[in-house]
């Protein structure tokens, strides 16, 4: 889908963005009817939920579907920025923004490293405590 950059740039200015990206399967280009847009946004202060909201609609507009979802880059989890950096379209970018993001992104995930091998080992040992269990 092709974006009308002028209008990104006046939501931007609206909400007080510094960064809006385009991420997930709308950004690697392969959808299906049902596809939803997910958006992330770093902006100038905290958002609340009502201006979180005003920002999907004016969204939901951009795109032509309610099919948006909008999230703080900023509040976002370790594993999921990794994916947003994997793959993502800028729509919007202050000076500096996205290099800013990328570095926050790059050391969240890298800092959640210890906390991805306690995972991968609760998980093994779940698994295998079942194993156990069912060749009983």
């Not at 997930?24 to 201006?51: C, L, N, P, W």
């Not at 032509?64 to 920025?81: A, H």
């Amino acid at each position: 889908m092709k974006m009308d950059f002028e209008k990104i740039k006046k939501i931007a200015e609206k909400h007080n963005l510094k960064l809006l990206l385009l991420f997930g399967s709308q950004a690697r280009g392969i959808t299906h009817k049902f596809s939803d847009y997910d958006f992330g946004y770093v902006s100038e202060g905290e958002m609340g939920y009502i201006k979180v909201g005003e920002l999907s609609e004016d969204l939901e507009k951009l795109v032509g579907s309610k099919f948006v979802e909008v999230i703080n880059l900023k509040k976002s989890g370790p594993f999921l920025l990794k994916e947003i950096v994997k793959n993502n379209k800028i729509l919007f970018a202050e000076k500096y923004a996205y290099e800013n993001f990328f570095s926050y992104a790059v050391a969240e995930y890298l800092g959640a490293g210890r906390l991805f091998r306690l995972q991968k080992t609760l998980y093994r040992n779940t698994i295998n405590k079942y194993k156990q269990k069912i060749q009983c």
